[in-house]
């Protein structure tokens, strides 16, 4: 069987599961509750969430920063991570293959680095980035199997197995980072960065998870929602491959109806309302800041390249 073949097949299927959850979850609300319950919501109830998010993009933009001095490219810090801010800001919201891809080769082909290096940053990011939410995944699985049984119906013995497998993809890929393994990608050779390296990459990527994570369970907090962070944690890593497979940008009501699939004890519209405030801070201020931004950076590039 050809599974390359098979999974745009499997991926329609997945989007159409997603699709029917959505609507079930999300049919029943009253809207017009929702917006007026956000009508009232106080201007500092988001300051929290929108410090958490400057910090969290920053620790994001630090993935490309790293990729950019693992392969000695010629760009400084700084420009490095405003590049990184608008390609992460476009990558949440528009999604991997515009944000993600077009926009790192737009940027970082305008500061002079060659189109054949570009994938290298984004691979070095993308390794960067689900290290650690694997690790953290796994983590939860192997040693909170309760907090996960809420959303996967499985034992928790096979939970904990699960999350053991997780551990030791992890495990192997810092051996193959201590035995500076190598690979080929896009045509150019990728070496494995070192130990230490790698222990740089998943401390970041964990921290950055947690933080999404803790924006999201202030809001929460704010609303009385009576979830833990360690159920808030593992179910925003879930909606986020769930997002991400069903190719959603932002996860689009993805975060929501997996969250109400956790049938807490809550009024849904509250926990809505406290999610839709979650994509203010995270996805809908730092998208303004980056639009202007971004526009800006293409007239200087412009303008330096002349």
């Known amino acids: 069987m050809n599974f390359k073949k098979l999974m745009p097949y499997l991926t329609f299927v997945f989007v159409i599961v997603v699709g029917y959850v959505l609507f079930r979850s999300l049919s029943s609300l009253d809207w017009a509750k929702i917006k007026e319950a956000l009508q009232n919501v106080p201007f500092h109830i988001f300051l929290p969430g929108l410090s958490l998010s400057l910090i969290n993009y920053t620790i994001l933009s630090h993935y490309d920063y790293l990729g950019i001095r693992f392969f000695k490219l010629p760009l400084g810090y700084l420009r490095s991570l405003i590049s990184a801010f608008f390609c992460y800001v476009f990558n949440l919201n528009l999604g991997s293959l515009v944000g ?19 994938p290298l940053i984004m691979l070095f990011s ?22 996960v049984s809420v959303l996967i119906d499985f034992s928790l013995p096979v939970i904990r197995f699960i999350g053991l497998v997780g551990i030791a993809v992890v495990a192997v890929y810092f051996v193959l980072c201590c035995k500076s393994y190598k690979m080929s990608f896009k045509g150019n050779e990728f070496k494995f960065p070192s130990c230490k390296l790698a222990a740089t990459q998943m401390l970041l990527s964990c921290t950055q998870w947690c933080i999404m994570a803790v924006i999201v369970y202030t809001f929460f907090i704010y609303f009385k929602i009576d979830i833990t962070y360690r159920q808030v944690l593992f179910t925003y890593l879930m909606a986020s491959i769930a997002g991400l497979i069903a190719h959603i940008p932002a996860g689009l009501g993805v975060i929501e109806a997996i969250f109400l699939k956790l049938r807490l004890e809550v009024n849904s519209e509250d926990l809505v309302i406290a999610l839709i405030c979650f994509r203010i801070v995270y996805y809908l201020v730092p998208l303004l800041i980056a639009l202007p931004g971004y526009l800006y950076l293409e007239f200087f590039q412009r303008k330096r390249n002349e």
């Open 100 to 118: 993600g891809l077009a926009f790192r080769f737009r940027i970082y082909m305008g500061w002079g680095i060659s189109k054949e290096k570009v």
């Open 126 to 147: 993308t390794i960067t980035n689900w290290t650690g939410y694997l690790f953290l995944v796994s983590l939860l699985m192997s040693f909170e199997p309760t907090v």
